[in-house]
């Protein structure tokens, strides 16, 4: 308590920076529209930069909101031509420094993030103000709303968002494709090499029966038989191919069974603690059920170690999968192709995982896939970051000087103003109107604080 | 007397072989279901001497055979079934023994190649005694065999329990082995002392308690 007091008024503290880095960049935009002194608008909007992501470092610290960077990528330094010149656009520079120079600038003013950052600038120390008893009295309270706040301008547009996913997804996409070969392939092989063969000297064994069935029954009898073991190893082997593509317990009872299944066929004591709302989507559900297979292997095959435990949980946003042993560690992702393997089975559903293995063990790896069912909700539409914004910057006109402010003038004796409408009223009027003045001041502030905060938590915490 | 036996299986081909073979080794197949709702009210008003089932079955084609012979078990403890498969798992066996009443098998398909054996195997689950498919011992022995107390059985004794838990007889063990049958007798009291079983006269039993020591081994 005392600490989350400490940081709003630290927050509360920062407005003594922000407004007058706010005065600075007013004068660097000025002056570069209005006088063409540019060169001071890049140095300001790195300076506003920095103080953004001070702020977004704050919103996760702090307020428990993550904000992802908004910005485009920056610039590529210029390359020289062949003939030594730099080129920026279809302008030719004998050095590099213009063209750069030109390339940052370009990169700054066409960023939406830039003018967002300006925006929020400009706001947030009125922001915090309104803020400022909920931050002082009730901070555990006021500091997510703060951040749902700054999330609004400081995180990425929806554009640059979709934007980086579409991007994101392509990798994904590439990715999966080729390992949906590969297991084809692997697949291929496996009934090539094996059941055909078998099966194809089965037929031949088969027809040679056929024909000594008259001439030397003992012999026809002697190569039924072969027929029959044969027939029993290929159904062996179609098992163990089977097994690799889907085992079958999977099919017939879930993740949860299927890993106690796959524990009880270990050579190592596995312990399986599983604690799920209900079923995952079949594709999830093997690629976890393969990933711990492959580490039970691991374990027992090179670690050496005699005890495992498998822990699989849903948060409600992802699935958290666990395994332990205590074996001799020393494992490593980038070396052992089965921890790739596991990597790039994983990537198809935006999963992760984290290996800690020191020499001499314990070896204990985390596989996380986040649930794409769970996060479909929780953007912010566009309709409702416009009117936050508006009511932040516009409620202070209806109350402060429309409303309060007309109401002293008619306190202090004033019968008519020009500028203050609700004196321009006739006489029975003009208190039901400083009332209303004041009532939709507070409407509209109450709005930009409420909209925010009305989400539920943890819907749109990644990147808003 | 004919024992009368209920088939549940789904694939046709697989289904009428099953009947002609029992039928042409003396029993009276009283139903052949293709279902596990079929199934699990056949059972319960058909009681038949024993029944065989597959596990996987319609209308969900994952474990419907397995669910309904269990359920029917708790209705009629120690109703005698014998459970086929394409493919075998610990799992299974374990939740087919849980409720100590024998009389119970688990066996893969290709095991009716081998229709002598697979009608013998019949025979004793309708005896009350317990048949393990070969595959599922083994997946029990190797799987454990690190640790205490499979780890004190020698090699031989091993493999003498390997046989009992398939159901084999004390002298189709010695048969198999190339032992008599008093050192075979020798072998499995040296086994139960050292699993700590005591020792009884039904050799069922005995396996059944074996695969119950198992299981409740590897649980801890």
């Given amino acids: 308590m005392v600490r989350q007091r400490a940081r709003g008024i630290a927050l509360l503290g920062l407005i003594l920076i922000e407004v007058p880095l706010l005065a600075l960049a007013a004068v660097a935009l000025l002056q570069a529209s209005g006088i063409g002194l540019i060169p001071l608008f890049p140095p300001a909007v790195l300076l506003v930069r920095r103080m953004a992501a001070q702020t977004r470092r704050h919103c996760t610290q702090w307020c428990g909101i993550t904000i992802a960077e908004p910005y485009d990528p920056e610039p590529p330094h210029p390359e020289p031509t062949d003939d030594g010149w730099y080129r920026y656009r279809r302008t030719l520079f004998r050095s590099p420094r213009l063209p750069a120079w030109l390339a940052r600038l370009g990169w700054m003013l066409r960023d939406p993030a830039t003018w967002r950052d300006l925006a929020w600038l400009g706001l947030d120390p009125l922001v915090k103000l309104a803020l400022a008893p909920g931050l002082l009295l009730a901070p555990a309270r006021t500091l997510p709303a703060y951040g749902r706040w700054a999330a609004l301008l400081l995180g990425p547009t929806t554009a640059r968002r979709l934007a980086g996913e579409v ?65 029993a190893e290929a159904l062996a082997e179609l098992r163990r191919v089977v097994r690799g593509i889907s085992p079958p317990v999977l099919t017939e009872r879930g993740l949860a069974d299927a890993l106690r299944a796959l524990a009880l066929d270990s050579p190592l004591r596995v312990r399986v603690d599983v604690t799920l ?44 999968v666990h395994v332990r042993d205590d074996g001799s560690g020393g494992a490593d992702p980038a070396r052992g192709t089965g921890l790739h393997g596991i990597e790039r089975r994983l990537a198809a559903f935006d999963g992760t995982s984290t290996v800690t293995s020191p020499p001499g063990g314990p070896t204990s790896v985390t596989l996380t896939v986040p649930d794409r069912r769970s996060q479909r909700a929780g953007r912010v539409p566009r309709w409702e970051t ?79 | 007397m004919t024992r009368r036996v209920l088939i549940a299986e789904d694939i046709h081909l697989l289904r009428e072989g099953l009947v002609h073979l029992l039928q042409a080794h003396g029993f009276t197949v009283v139903a052949a279901v293709q279902t596990g709702p079929d199934l699990l009210t056949a059972l319960l008003e058909l009681r ?173």
């Fill in chain 1, 167 to 231: 991007q994101r997804l392509n990798t994904a996409r590439v990715r999966a494709g080729d390992t949906q070969t590969a297991e084809m392939r692997r697949i291929e092989r496996d009934l090539h090499d094996g059941i055909q063969g078998r099966l194809v000297a089965l037929g031949m064994a088969a027809a040679t029966a056929e024909k000594l069935v008259d001439s030397s029954p003992g012999a026809a009898k002697a190569l039924l038989g072969q027929v029959r073991g044969g027939t």
């Fill in chain 1, 277 to 320: 709302p209900g079923p995952l989507p079949a594709p999830v559900e093997s690629a976890v059920y393969f990933a711990v297979s492959e580490l039970l292997t691991n374990a027992a095959k090179y670690a050496g170690a005699g005890h495992a435990a498998v822990e699989i949980r849903h948060d409600g946003t992802a699935l958290h």
């Fill in chain 1, 386 to 464: 416009t009117l936050v914004v508006v009511c932040w910057s516009l409620a202070w006109l209806p109350l402060f000087t429309q409303g309060l402010g007309a109401a002293a003038a008619k306190l202090a004796g004033a019968e008519h103003s020009r500028w203050l409408l609700p004196l321009r009223a006739s006489g029975i009027w003009q208190w039901p109107m400083i009332a209303g003045m004041v009532a939709a001041g507070i409407a509209m502030y109450l709005t930009a604080v409420w909209l925010p905060v009305r989400r539920p938590r943890g819907s749109p915490r990644s990147a808003t």
């Fill in chain 2, 48 to 220: 038949p001497d024993v029944s065989i089932v597959d596990i996987r079955l319609p209308p969900t084609f994952t474990d419907e055979g397995l669910r309904a012979s269990l359920a029917a078990r708790r209705e009629v403890p120690g109703l005698p079934v014998l459970v086929l498969s394409q493919h075998v798992e610990q799992l299974y066996a374990r939740e087919l023994l849980a409720d100590g009443s024998g009389s119970t098998g688990y066996l893969l398909k290709d095991r009716v190649f081998n229709d002598r054996q697979f009608v013998d195997a019949v025979h004793r689950v309708a005896d009350g005694g317990t048949v393990m498919d070969a595959e599922v011992i083994a997946k029990l022995l190797t799987g454990n065999s690190r640790h205490e107390p499979l780890g004190r059985l020698s090699d031989r004794e091993r493999e003498v329990l390997r046989a009992m838990a398939e159901g084999c007889s004390n002298s189709a063990i010695a048969d198999r082995l190339f032992l008599s049958e008093s050192a075979i007798a020798k072998h499995i009291s040296s086994i139960f002392a050292k699993l700590e079983l005591a020792n009884s006269d039904d050799n069922n039993r005995r396996v059944l308690a074996v695969l119950a020591y198992l299981n409740a081994a590897n649980r801890s």
